[in-house]
């Protein structure tokens, strides 16, 4: 993990790393004095980011809810008799947005009421530029925060490293075959990891100077498909084909595979996003956070392979 501009030890690579200092500074000092633990409530705490939230937060201090329809503490968007339970008392909130953009506006009036002061959002970078079919539920966080009275910051990465290895690429990459509508398109891949150290610093800190923000989150470089391919092929040890396809190829392969026509929606909408590089090019987000640079594709590359994941 590049750490060179971090004042903090580095912890290994895929491992939660030690908060920036704002952030450990609101963890209860050995006397017992300073700033309270914050009490965060964690949305999609099962989820590729939410994952990875908890323990940094944990490891910042804080007392964590980890919250989803499968986790300790039930949340489901669908059901608003559990948000009550799981927002009572916390005083900041991730918030992972449903796709569906309808409870997005109550959830967060709750929150709020119910004593939430801070709300940090993860948010998808160049959703002002998407169509109606995909991002209208964070669409819908964006704007029920912003109004919400309380603080608030947005984290809109682009695609993450990680949806080659835990998530919708990885099966296509294990069959030897990833086909996509993308072309020669960079995309600014970034890491599931630093999104994560990204929305702790946002939840813990006292540097309100950072809050009522919104931040674009990228990893150092855009890359395209076929190259990012070409590179796990490499690492795996053996021979992954990128296949370009035409949009109507693609929800025609979408469709073969059993995907429901909102996910092939969706999907084509934000490949349509993609093409037209609204996602292409590197943003200072990590940077302006953690004062650090961004992980590499290739770091990523070489961990996720070692697992034995692609091979
Ligand atoms: N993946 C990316 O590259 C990327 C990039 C930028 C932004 N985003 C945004 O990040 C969000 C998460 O997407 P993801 O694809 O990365 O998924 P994910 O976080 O890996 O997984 C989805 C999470 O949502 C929870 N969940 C699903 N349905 C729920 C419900 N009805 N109520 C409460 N929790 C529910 C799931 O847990 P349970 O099954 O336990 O409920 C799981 O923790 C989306 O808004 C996406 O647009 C994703």
């Not at 580095?10 to 914050?38: D, L, M, R, V």
């Not at 009550?84 to 959830?107: E, H, I, K, R, T």
């Not at 990465?157 to 086909?179: K, S, T």
């Amino acid at each position: 993990m590049t750490t060179q501009h971090s004042s903090q030890p580095a912890a290994p690579a895929g491992q939660p790393q030690p908060a920036t200092t704002p952030a450990a500074s609101t963890a209860p000092s050995p006397s017992g004095g300073g700033e309270p633990a914050p009490e965060v409530l964690v949305l999609a705490a099962t989820g590729k980011t939410g994952r990875r939230v908890v323990p940094r937060l944990r490891l910042a201090g804080a007392a964590v809810r980890a919250a989803s329809r499968s986790s300790a503490v039930r949340f489901d968007w669908a059901d608003p008799a559990t948000w009550g339970p799981a927002v009572s008392g916390a005083s900041a909130v991730y918030l992972v947005a449903p796709d569906d953009p309808a409870p997005v506006a109550d959830f967060v009036a709750e929150a709020a009421a119910a004593g939430v002061e801070r709300f940090v959002v993860l948010s998808g970078r160049g959703l002002e530029h998407c169509g109606p079919g995909f991002g209208q539920g964070m669409a819908a966080a964006e704007r029920a925060v912003r109004e919400s009275g309380r603080q608030w910051a947005i984290v809109r990465a682009n695609n993450f490293f990680q949806n080659f290895d835990e998530d919708l690429w990885r099966e296509p990459l294990r069959n030897g075959r990833l086909a996509l509508p993308i072309g020669e398109v960079t995309e600014a891949f970034v890491d599931a990891d630093d999104v994560a150290d990204v929305a702790v610093t946002l939840l813990t800190t006292p540097d309100e100077s950072l809050l009522g923000r919104v931040y674009e989150v990228s990893g150092p470089q855009g890359i395209t498909f076929g190259k990012a391919v070409a590179t796990m092929a490499r690492a795996a040890g053996r021979s992954i084909a990128y296949t370009e396809l035409t949009p109507e190829e693609y929800r025609a392969e979408l469709r073969a595979a059993g995907y429901p026509e909102e996910a092939v929606t969706a999907l084509d909408t934000l490949f349509a996003l993609h093409r037209e590089g609204h996602t292409a090019e590197p943003t200072d987000g990590v940077r302006q956070v953690l004062g650090r640079e961004p992980v590499p594709f290739a770091s990523y590359v070489a961990r996720a392979a070692s697992t034995g994941v692609w091979s």
